[in-house]
Antibody, heavy 119, light 111 residues
Framework: QVQLQESGPGLVKPSQTLSLTCTVS??????????WSWIRQHPGKGLEWIGY???????YYNPSLKSRVTISVDTSKNQFSLKVSSVSAADTAVYYC???????????WGQGTLVTVSS | QSVLTQPPSVSGAPGQRVTISCTGS?????????VHWYQQLPGTAPKLLIY???NRPSGVPDRFSGSKSGTSASLAITGLQAEDEADYYC???????????FGTGTKVTVL
């Protein structure tokens, strides 16, 4: 059973870069057939898809965030990562990693990690 | 950026049936893209409830059902239980936005 776990700093200063890692267990990112995604949820708000990547390294981002987002993979560690540059308070959210079945749904999800942008 | 509209809240007594609508447009649901549903219990991550409009993953009770028609989709919960109290989100793909989109979310309250 595949499980995902986010990790990274819970506090980031404005204008800096937010960096998170998702560790996948119970399955290999390299096995293919899935997209590995990041999704965020602003406090008390709904869900926003950030982007995904394929195990080969190809990526696709939400156009509204594309200029600031980078998703990368480390197959040797079975991890994929998210970087969001030039953050502001508007980037304060719970960040989830999830597996995209490549048919459009997300399952499973990590437990989520709260990132607060504040000086 | 929610382009899928859901009612903010629905409520029902235990045992009743409630439905949650998810209204989209010709660039998402109406374009034929599948709709998926998630349940988010308080303080937890979303969990896949329905995929591809009407399919339940293993372990999801058959009290939950989904349907899609035109530019809208619906999630029905029959035999409402206290444990169903949660937020529910629909999700699809939007060709105009070139990405996945989620609904605005609906809070289900069991009276």
């Amino acid at each position: 059973q595949v499980q995902l776990q986010e990790s990274g700093p819970g506090l980031v200063k404005p204008s800096q870069t937010l960096s998170l890692t998702c560790t996948v267990s119970g399955g290999s990112i390299s096995s293919g057939g899935y997209y590995w995604s990041w999704i965020r949820q602003h406090p008390g708000k709904g869900l926003e898809w950030i982007g995904y990547m394929f195990h080969s390294g190809s990526t696709y981002y939400n156009p509204s965030l594309k200029s600031r987002v980078t998703i990368s993979v480390d197959t040797s560690k079975n991890q994929f990562s998210l970087k969001v540059s030039s953050v502001s308070a508007a980037d304060t959210a719970v960040y989830y990693c999830a597996r995209d079945d490549a048919r459009g749904w997300f399952d499973p999800w990590g437990q989520g990690t709260l990132v607060t942008v504040s000086s | 950026q929610s382009v899928l509209t859901q009612p903010p809240s629905v409520s029902g007594a235990p045992g009743q049936r409630v439905t949650i609508s998810c209204t989209g447009s010709s660039s998402n649901i109406g374009a034929g893209y599948d709709v998926h549903w998630y349940q988010q219990l308080p303080g937890t991550a979303p969990k896949l409830l329905i995929y591809s409009n009407s399919n339940r993953p293993s372990g999801v009770p058959d009290r939950f059902s989904g349907s899609k028609s035109g530019t809208s989709a619906s999630l029905a919960i029959t035999g409402l239980q206290a444990e169903d109290e949660a937020d529910y989100y629909c999700q699809s793909y939007d060709s105009s936005l070139s990405g996945y989109v989620f609904g605005t979310g609906t809070k289900v309250t069991v009276l």
